[in-house]
Every structure is written in C-alpha cells, then in structure tokens.
C-alpha cells in the first residue's frame, strides 16, 4: 500500500504493508535518526512525535497514520539551526552514547511545549518510558531543566 | 599541576551536537546495498544432541539462500571472548555445534533476501534434539554424577587451570601468611555466603552487524564492537580468511558496558559474505540480547574473617564459585579480578587465601560486565567489613580509613594475582580514599543518618550505609594502545587513535589531550578512531584502560609532534630549539619574542623548505595499573510491611586522578551508579525449570529509568596520579561496584537484616524480615 505523511514538515509518500509499523518505515525510508531499542515498545529509543505527541514509532502501523504529521529529531533541528535543546543536552553532558538522544530530544521538545517550566517530576515522569543506560539520568535531567532556561530567555546559569 | 587550558574541564563531546541532532550513524544506520539478511534458530533444550536437522521448509521460503548449520560450516573451536591474544578464555565454542548447551543456544542460521524471509525459514526448521540431563547449580558441576557438559576437544590456549571434564573452567588459589594461624588468633570469626546474580548489559542499541565488499573485494565489517582489532583477529581465525581481507570498522556505538566485548555476530555476518559473496545485515532483537548472547557472571563468595576485638583481621579467606553458563568466556579473568581488584583494599591482612573456581552450566553464557569480578567481590567484603565495625563496636568510616591501602603502600595481591598469569607488582602512587569517605559522609550527613532508623512520613524506616572500593587503569603490561597524528595547514591535527569510543566520550577525552600538550582548541584536533584500516592497533574499550593506557599513547604522540613543530619553528625563526617555548597556536622565541603560526609552520614543512609532513605515532603499554578509588553511601528507606526498598539518596565520591574532562567523568560514575542500583533492586532473570530465561524484554526485566532514580551526587576528589596522562587514572568501571552492598548495608542499619543475595525483591526481603521476626 501507499500513504502520504507530514515528516518533519515535509509531504512524503512512501510504499509499505499493512503491518509495517512507523519505526520500519521511517527507517526504510532515510530517516535511520530514528533509532530501535526492543521493538516492544517498552524502551522509548524509537519515540518520534505524532500530531505533537510522544509515541513509540515500533508500535505504530504506518497505515494506522497516513496523512499525519511525524517529528523526528531532525525536525527539531540540525546543525545549522540547533535547537537551544539539542544544545543543553550537549552542555549539560546529557548525551554519552547518543543512542537515546533523538527520542530524549523530541520527547524534551513536546514536554516544554505543553510545560515550558517543569517540575523534577514532570520532568521524570515525561521521560519515564525511555530508557538510558549511559547516563544514569542526571545529567539528562539537568539538561532539560537547561533547555527550559534557554528557550525561556534565561541565561545558561 | 593544576593549572590546565582543556585538561579537567566540562567540555560538550565532539560527537554532542551530530548526536543530538540524529546525523551520527550506528552499525544498523548505515546504507548496505542489497544486503541478505542472517537469522538464527536458538535452541529450546538446555542439553542435547541434535539428530536432525529437517531444512526442506524452510528453504523452500521464498527468498531464502542458504541455511547454515553445525555440518556446513567450520568445525573450530575458538573463544568468544574479545580479549587480547593469546585469550585466556578456553577455546570451548564454535559457530555450529551438534551439542546444544543451553536454552539460547545456536543451532542455525538462515540467510536470507528480506528480514521477514529468514525469520519465517527460521521457525520451518525442524530439528530433532535427544535431550542430555541438564546441569543448572553451580555447586553442583564438579560432582562425579554430574552430566559434563565439554568434554572432548575443547583447551585453553595458555596454561591455566582447565578441567572441562569435571566442568571447570578455570581455578585460581592463590594465598599469603598463613590463615589457619591467623583464624586461631582471632577474637572472632564471621563466616558468611554471599551470592550475586545475572544481569544483561542492557545496551540500548542491541548487538548488529553490517557487512560489505568493498572495490577490491575485501570484506568491510561494521559492527557494535568495543574490540574491532580482536574482531578482525579472530574472524580471520576461525573462517580463515587472511586477515588482509578484513576491515573492521567501528561507527557509534549505542552502549556496550561489557556486552560489546563480545565477538558475538561478526562471524557470523563475515561467513554469510565470505560464502555467498554478498553484503550482509545482521540485527538481533531484545530477546536475543537477553537470553542468547552474555550477562554478568553470577557468583557464590563464601568470605571468612578471624578479627580481633579492636577490628584487625587476623586472617581472611575468599572462596568464590563462578557460573560461567554453558561457554567460558572470561572464566578466568573475572573470576580473578574478584581477588585482584578486590582483595588488595584491606592490605593490612597478613594472612590471605582467595580459591575460586569457574564452572560450567546449562545456562547462558557470562563475559565481560562493567566491574568484571569486582562487583561480585565487593559485593561480599563490603558488607563483611560492615559487620565486623558493627561487632567491634566501631564507627566504619574510621575503621576503613584505618585499614584501606594508603598512598606508598602495596599489597602482596597485586603480585600474586593477575589476569591470566601472575601479576603485576605495583605501589599505589594516588589514593584519595580517605577525603572520599570524608567528603561522601558530609553529603549524605552520615553521623545525623546512621543508626538513626528516622521514619518517612509514610512510616518507613530510613537507613544509611556504605561500600569502599578501588578498580585498575588497564591490564598492566598486557594492555597496548597506539596513536598517530599529522598536522594540517590550517594548524589542525588529524588524531587517529586505536581507541574505542563506545559512547563514555573517549574521542574526545583524547582529542582534549591533544588539545592540552599542542596548546589548541578541541576542535582543531580531528579524531577517528577505531578503524583496522586507518588507525594504528589498540586492544579496545575494557579493564577501564582507555584513558589511561590509550591516553597516554596520544600524549605521547603529541609529544612527537609538538618536537617536530618545535624544529621547524627553529629553523624558521633562526632560533635555538630551546629557547622556544608553546604559546596557544604558536611558537615563540622567548629570545626576540618573534613568533610562528601553527598554519605558518605547517605550510613552510609541507610546502616551502626541507619539506616533511609532521606527523607521528606512539605506542602505549604501561607496567602497572593504578587504582581509582571510591567511596559510595546509600540512604533507604524500608518498608517493613511489604519489604519494598526505596533509594531516597546515593552518593559518590571518587578520586580517579585528575578528570580529563569532569562532566564525562560524572557521566561515568552516575551511569554505572544507576546500573548499580537498578541491578541490586530490580533486574533479575527468570528461569523456567528448563533454564530457559522467561522474562526477556523491558516490561519484565526492570531496567532504571529517569522516574526511578533517587537523588544522586557525585563528587570527584582532587587527585594526581603521577603516571597517568596528566595525571589521570580510570572512571568507567568502579561505580557500579558499590550500589549493592551499600544498600544491603542501609538496609541492616534500616531495619536490622542482611541481604546476602542479590537482587532485594520485595519478596526476598520480606521473607527476612519474617525471619527475623521484625514483621
């Protein structure tokens, strides 16, 4: 089957079956910045944004979404144009093996969009179904309360 | 010492921003043309014989090419382990076997045109198995009546210890003074058996491998390595294809911690390529992870202590049961770094014995684990040095000062025991242990906490412990890392380092020593790293060896380079080499204060007089392997009506030397922090009575995430390891060796119970409780 998706704000059509999910697809298709952890939907590695919001892409029948809008990481930003998030994660030492990153980013991008001035507990709780084993998870706390200050204006200390 | 420009700064990795904004590619990113797609058959019985292999079915799948199994390929015998060569693993495995050893166990492998192909030819493969008796308990192994599990060809490529038909995999006893009269000297004996369990790595980006020919027809290997160089070595080995033909390339890496030290697909991948002459995707799914490749090697300590009433050990003796599942990767060298990185810690123990032993079972297989052995001895000492200052009435904070191996001392185990062969004698040049233990106690407010047994609003009662511990820099004079460098016209230096990025940053903790003796900003060093082709060897990312070992090849070899820029300088300044001195980006007499550009000096060597290219290499192999140390506190709380443990705070201080770069090195300490705890309290494998692990994805194996976490410090303590590159020693390792006795000792000071077993479930802690009669 065929279907046209918004990805990253751009119209794509791309060719698949009836149980390819997003995540294959997407991937199929160029976009390998989304990355796969279990498959199962239990680790948040494959997260992209769907109308806005957080999904595990593994767990998405492509066909389920035909016309909607996708976010991957690159739709937050690129080298070019960074986005201030991208940038604390960097700083604030967030990112070690980066295999988590691009679902971290985009689930920081939907939680400070909704919340641009989180609690420790809206953060946790946003980034609850995404596993690091890297980090520990405090260094990509601290970069979520820094992007926060950065795209409120405020200085990076 | 301290006045650095990059050394011991918080700078973003070099790979932050490509990261972050998703342009880094990891082995299953790359673009393969074409590729066949390899899938494997596991086994369902722990122990058999397979009697037939029925592929009718399944090759009659559309798009499958060809199914690879125990009578069609190789019949040799090597070890999986990614260690340095010779390995002193046992060579007990091959691609295909007719035996079966566990529930995961290989039996075949489909290669096919499309993922979905090779996975349905997979389940069309009939095999019949005559089921052999299974040996799951340890204790067990060596029993005469026990089914063997190798007994026929399999050897040890060095001259250790390797009885498979008794199905031991290595023993160790080594021993100093005598115990027996240190035991009778005693004013008591504590005699206790620990036990520590299973794990999986856990990485986030599961084990895959991408293979290509390149123009030339030489087989391109991309692969989740942490050991490209053993990677090539050993393909070479066993599909015997020259090892000119390999080129092994190691992309980002999504997290190893041990997992990825494993020569576990690539194999497999080069076979498919070698055979068919075609490109290769191999990618294996979470399950796969969990129950079929390696895990951390479950151990029995039984740990005896004679002590006076003041404290002092008279004697101590470790025996340690390793289970190394059905395959001996890393049986020996795990099981003696429980003795060699552990032991030397209380070094003023005079008399010592340590006997471990490795064995077989129909289990799945160990290999390397973050903490390698220590987190399994540590696990035990810690709580027996905790009991003994409960029993001797002392406060444990001073007894561990007291006691630790101080800076100018060594201990006779350094000697005796090393990886593989006898060790390595060494002083301890940097030991910070103390201001550690100081620093830690003020964070978690210690003497306000301890023995308190204060009440959380919700009625559970809190507690506060600690765990002491030290690691290695490297295998001395085993572990070897080389580098080179060439300059650019711009004043940029292309670094080429062995070193083995997994995603801990090395890339750039080298490029900052680059940075630091070039005086240069980071990123006018170009790194790449991890190449068989372009860069010079390095054994790989393991024993917490890349920074000290791999650093100080670089710092070597920035050295070389800076020499080389100090002569042309001379030469274009007219001035005497020793009178110039490095200025950020320049040469300058310090004669006429005249000066040269880097730019300047490399565009006069490449183009304008006496033309060279400067460049350099260096080699790095250092004979001793100094400890970071560590101090670790965990405060819980306790519910005594359901058993349940909750960390509330955990704190960390660590000397590691002078950090290169002091977010990464935090960065180390709280991933394996968090490993640390969530292996402790929650992950655990689940076996049928089948060993077959049931509880192989993230909803069952509980993982940590960022709501789980309690508040978590860590602090580094100011340190300079003479050594090191400018003075740095180890980080990855030794923080996730202190999570679990430290809380097992919370948990005494909490609620009056011993957790001699990994991990504390609710229920296992109840139980005790209800022992104990506190519920």
Same mark, same amino acid.
């Given at each position: 089957m065929k279907g046209a998706f918004i990805i990253n704000g751009t119209a794509e059509t791309y060719t698949f079956g009836p149980a390819d999910t997003m995540l294959s697809v997407l991937r199929k298709n160029g976009h390998a910045e989304v990355k796969s952890g279990c498959g199962k939907g239990e680790c948040g590695i494959c997260i992209v944004l769907l109308d806005g919001k957080p999904v595990n892409s593994c767990q998405v029948l492509a066909a389920s979404v035909i016309g909607r809008e996708i976010t991957t990481v690159m739709g937050i930003g690129n080298f070019r144009n960074l986005n201030p998030i991208q940038e604390a994660f960097v700083e604030a030492g967030g990112v070690q093996c980066g295999y988590c990153t691009p679902a971290k980013v985009v689930v920081t991008y939907s939680l400070l969009r909704e919340n641009p001035d989180p609690s420790d507990a809206d953060v946790r709780n946003a980034l609850d179904g995404n596993i690091c084993r890297c980090t520990g998870y405090v260094k990509i706390l601290d970069s979520v309360k820094l992007a926060a200050k950065k795209l409120s204006g405020g200085t990076d200390d | 010492m301290t006045d650095f420009v990059h050394i011991g700064k918080p700078c973003g990795k070099i790979d932050g921003i490509s990261l972050a904004t998703g342009r880094e590619k990891f082995t299953n990113d790359f673009y393969i043309e074409n590729p066949l797609y390899g899938a494997f058959l596991y086994s369902p019985v722990p122990h058999g014989e397979i009697t037939g292999i029925e592929l009718k079915e399944a090759m009659a799948v559309e798009g499958v090419v060809k199914i690879y199994h125990y009578e069609n390929t190789p019949d040799r015998l090597f070890t999986t382990a990614g260690q340095g060569f010779p390995e002193p693993s046992p060579y007990d495995t091959r691609l295909f076997d007719s035996r079966v050893r566990f529930a995961g166990d290989r039996v075949a492998m489909v290669a096919a045109e499309t993922e979905d192909a090779a996975q349905e030819a997979v389940k069309k493969i009939k095999v019949e198995y005559k089921e052999l008796r299974a040996l799951f308990d340890p204790e067990k192994a060596a029993d005469p009546e026990s089914p063997k599990i190798h007994a026929g060809n399999e050897y040890a490529k060095i001259p250790v210890p390797y009885l498979p038909e008794k199905n031991i995999a290595a023993i160790i006893e080594i021993g100093f003074g005598d115990t027996e009269k240190g035991f009778k000297e005693a004013d008591f004996i504590e005699e206790n058996t620990y036990k520590v369990h299973y794990a999986s790595h856990a990485a986030t980006e599961p084990h895959a491998v991408s293979v290509y020919f390149d123009e030339r027809g030489r087989l391109v290997i991309i692969t989740t390595t942490q050991v490209p160089f053993h990677v090539r070595r050993i393909i070479s080995s066993v599909l015997d294809i020259p090892l000119r033909m390999i080129r092994v390339i190691k992309p980002r890496i999504g997290g190893g911690f041990g997992g990825k030290q494993e020569i576990i697909l690539e194999p497999y991948g080069a076979l498919i390529a070698w055979d068919t002459g075609r490109n290769v995707k191999i990618v294996l799914s979470r399950e796969e992870v969990f129950q079929s490749t390696r895990t951390r090697h479950p151990m029995r300590i039984k740990l005896k202590t004679g002590f006076k009433?003041?404290?002092? !050990?008279t004697a101590l003796s470790m025996d340690a049961l390793m289970n190394n599942g059905a395959y001996g990767s890393h049986s020996l060298t795990v099981l003696s770094n429980t003795g060699s990185k552990v032991l030397p810690l209380f070094n003023k123990i005079e008399n010592l014995s340590f006997a471990g032993k490795t064995v077989y079972t129909n289990l799945p297989v160990g290999g390397a684990y973050r903490g390698y052995g220590a987190t399994q001895g540590y696990f035990a000492l810690n709580q027996q040095i905790d009991i003994i200052a409960r029993k001797t009435g002392q406060d444990i904070l001073e007894y561990c000062k007291k006691w630790h191996i101080k800076e100018g001392e060594t201990s006779a185990v350094f000697e005796a025991l090393g990886e593989g062969k006898e060790g390595v004698s060494q002083t301890v040049k940097s030991c910070k242990l103390d201001s550690c233990i100081d620093m830690g106690a003020a964070e978690i407010e210690w003497y306000k906490k301890r023995g308190k047994r204060i009440k959380t609003e919700d009625g559970w009662i809190t507690g506060v412990g600690l765990s002491i511990g030290m690691q290695g820099s490297? !295998?001395?004079?085993?572990d070897m890392g080389s580098a080179s460098m060439k300059m650019n016209e711009d004043g940029s230096f292309n670094l080429f380092a062995g070193a083995t990025d997994i995603g801990t940053g090395s890339d750039t903790v080298l490029g900052q020593i680059v940075s630091e003796v070039l005086k240069i900003p980071l990123e006018k060093v170009l790194v790449l790293s991890s190449d068989t082709d372009l860069t010079p060897f390095d054994v790989g990312a393991y024993a917490s060896s890349t920074t000290y070992v791999s650093g100080t090849a670089v710092k070597k070899c920035a050295e070389k380079v800076l020499s080389q820029i100090l002569d042309v300088a001379s030469e274009m300044l007219e001035t005497d080499k020793d009178d110039l001195k490095t200025e950020p980006e320049k040469i300058v007499s310090a004669k006429n204060g005249k000066n040269v550009s880097y730019s300047e000096i490399s565009i006069y060597s490449l183009y =304008?007089?006496? =033309?060279? =290219?400067i460049q350099a290499s260096a080699s790095s192999v250092l004979p001793e392997s100094p400890p970071p140390f560590i101090a670790q506190f965990a405060e819980v709380a306790v519910d005594i009506e359901t058993g349940r443990i909750k960390p509330l705070k955990f704190v960390s201080a660590v000397d590691c030397g002078q950090p290169i770069n002091t977010v990464l090195a935090e960065g180390q300490v709280e991933g394996a922090v968090v490993n640390g705890i969530s292996y402790a309290l929650t992950e655990e494998y689940i076996f049928n009575k089948r060993g077959k692990m049931v509880n192989p994805n993230f909803g069952n194996y509980k993982v940590y995430t960022a709501a789980d976490i309690p508040e978590i410090k860590t602090i580094i303590a100011e340190s300079y390891e003479p050594t090191g590159p400018f003075g740095a020693k180890s980080v990855g390792e030794i923080a996730i060796n202190g999570p679990a006795p430290a809380i097992a000792n919370a948990v005494f000071d909490a609620a009056g119970i011993r957790l001699y077993e990994t991990p504390f479930t609710p229920e296992k802690v109840w139980r005790e409780l209800i022992k104990q009669g506190i519920v």
């Open positions: - | 009433k003041d404290g002092r !050990i490297g !295998i001395p004079l085993i =304008q007089a006496n =033309q060279f =290219q």
